[in-house]
């Protein structure tokens, strides 16, 4: 094996352990979420169309229809709106069925990936959702659907042997063709193709998403890379084009801002947990984040993280 070969593995090996694939349907005029959290999403959309809206860590929006998919981070907030959804339309689960179960019609017809966070919820994270076009990329969204079929033929004969291994595999090449779309957008035609995220930088990240109000330092989060303060920041450069200090603040003010949405996390203790030496300089450091305070912030989301969903049920074992 060349050495180029060799440390391609080394460097972009993907696993996706805890991976799992379900079906997920929507109604005409629905406002639909998915579980907040350490999660790595992919919605792929097979019938119907839905409005992606997140502000994390812009406000963008996405408009999906057939053949086309998105892979998000749960630590986005998010909403997926269905044509004809009012704008006061309260937000809920999707509904969840088997891969294998029939189609039983309706508006919106999903294949959905949920896995723990890892390699894709890195570039979500720190540069939002990666969307594939099936109009404008379809050689890629013909690679992602050719993976969905092999994922339906695994989930329709239980009797194989390693058959939770087959769908983890496919699962992690789906996740190597969704980053090929994620560095391929950041860069121009003139510019040489961006490095992807060596493993122990996403080690790092998931270490500090643990326990995000602890006070981190650039030495904490490089020692939990394995790496050198200096290397670990040129390397986080390469990767992000930002500064470690600059996405892990807005890592954690995401999570502040999550508790805050759903519970009753005050602003002042908020501040305090986040690590800011007063109120005010949370709400400023917030507002300049998110583009509003924090107030108006949970006020917009109250409710949205309430209860259980169907994807944590599905985790529980609840559904199918």
Same mark, same amino acid.
């Given at each position: 094996?060349?050495?180029?070969?060799?440390?391609?593995?080394?460097?972009?090996?993907?696993?996706?352990?805890?991976?799992?694939?379900?079906?997920?349907?929507?109604?005409?005029?629905?406002?639909?979420?998915?579980?907040?959290?350490?999660?790595?999403?992919?919605?792929?959309?097979?019938?119907?169309?839905?409005?992606?809206?997140?502000?994390?860590?812009?406000?963008?929006?996405?408009?999906?229809?057939?053949?086309?998919?998105?892979?998000?981070?749960?630590?986005?907030?998010?909403?997926?709106?269905?044509?004809?959804?009012?704008?006061?339309?309260?937000?809920?689960?999707?509904?969840?069925?088997?891969?294998?179960?029939?189609?039983?019609?309706?508006?919106?017809?999903?294949?959905?990936?949920?896995?723990?966070?890892?390699?894709?919820?890195?570039?979500?994270?720190?540069?939002?959702?990666?969307?594939?076009?099936?109009?404008?990329?379809?050689?890629?969204?013909?690679?992602?659907?050719?993976?969905?079929?092999?994922?339906?033929?695994?989930?329709?004969?239980?009797?194989?042997?390693?058959?939770?291994?087959?769908?983890?595999? /496919? +699962? *992690?090449?789906?996740?190597?063709?969704?980053? %090929?779309?994620?560095? #391929?957008?950041?860069? $121009? &035609?003139?510019? @040489? /193709? +961006? *490095?992807?995220?060596?493993?122990?930088?996403? %080690?790092?990240?998931? #270490?500090?998403?643990? $326990? &995000?109000?602890? @006070?981190?330092?650039?030495?904490?989060?490089?020692?939990?890379?394995?790496?050198?303060?200096?290397?670990?920041?040129?390397?986080?450069?390469?990767?992000?084009?930002?500064?470690?200090?600059?996405?892990?603040?807005?890592?954690?003010?995401?999570?502040?801002?999550?508790?805050?949405?759903?519970?009753?996390?005050?602003?002042?203790?908020?501040?305090?947990?986040?690590?800011?030496?007063?109120?005010?300089?949370?709400?400023?450091?917030?507002?300049?984040?998110?583009?509003?305070?924090?107030?108006?912030?949970?006020?917009?989301?109250?409710?949205?993280?309430?209860?259980?969903?169907?994807?944590?049920?599905?985790?529980?074992?609840?559904?199918?």
């Amino acid at each position: 094996m060349s050495a180029a070969l060799t440390s391609d593995v080394g460097r972009n090996d993907v696993r996706m352990d805890g991976v799992y694939f379900v079906r997920a349907a929507a109604q005409a005029g629905e406002v639909k979420a998915l579980d907040a959290g350490a999660l790595s999403y992919c919605v792929m959309v097979r019938r119907g169309r839905l409005r992606l809206e997140t502000d994390f860590p812009v406000n963008r929006a996405f408009e999906l229809g057939p053949g086309d998919a998105v892979a998000m981070s749960g630590f986005a907030p998010h909403t997926f709106r269905t044509p004809g959804a009012a704008a006061d339309q309260p937000v809920s689960g999707f509904e969840l069925r088997a891969v294998s179960d029939a189609d039983p019609g309706g508006e919106v017809d999903i294949f959905l990936g949920v896995a723990p966070s890892e390699f894709l919820a890195l570039g979500s994270l720190v540069w939002g959702p990666t969307f594939v076009s099936a109009a404008e990329q379809p050689d890629l969204s013909r690679r992602l659907w050719r993976t969905v079929e092999m994922l339906e033929d695994e989930y329709a004969d239980e009797a194989q042997i390693d058959r939770s291994l087959v769908i983890r595999r /496919l +699962a *992690e090449t789906m996740a190597i063709n969704f980053s %090929r779309s994620a560095f #391929a957008d950041r860069r $121009t &035609p003139d510019e @040489p /193709l +961006a *490095e992807p995220p060596h493993p122990r930088l996403i %080690r790092a990240i998931n #270490a500090f998403l643990q $326990t &995000p109000h602890q @006070p981190w330092s650039l030495a904490d989060i490089a020692k939990a890379a394995g790496m050198s303060r200096t290397r670990f920041a040129e390397e986080f450069k390469l990767v992000t084009g930002e500064t470690p200090a600059r996405v892990f603040s807005r890592l954690r003010l995401t999570a502040i801002a999550r508790r805050m949405a759903s519970s009753g996390l005050s602003v002042e203790a908020a501040a305090e947990e986040a690590g800011y030496s007063s109120a005010a300089a949370f709400v400023r450091a917030f507002q300049r984040e998110f583009g509003e305070t924090p107030a108006r912030w949970r006020r917009a989301r109250e409710g949205r993280d309430a209860g259980q969903s169907p994807v944590t049920a599905h985790q529980q074992g609840q559904v199918p």
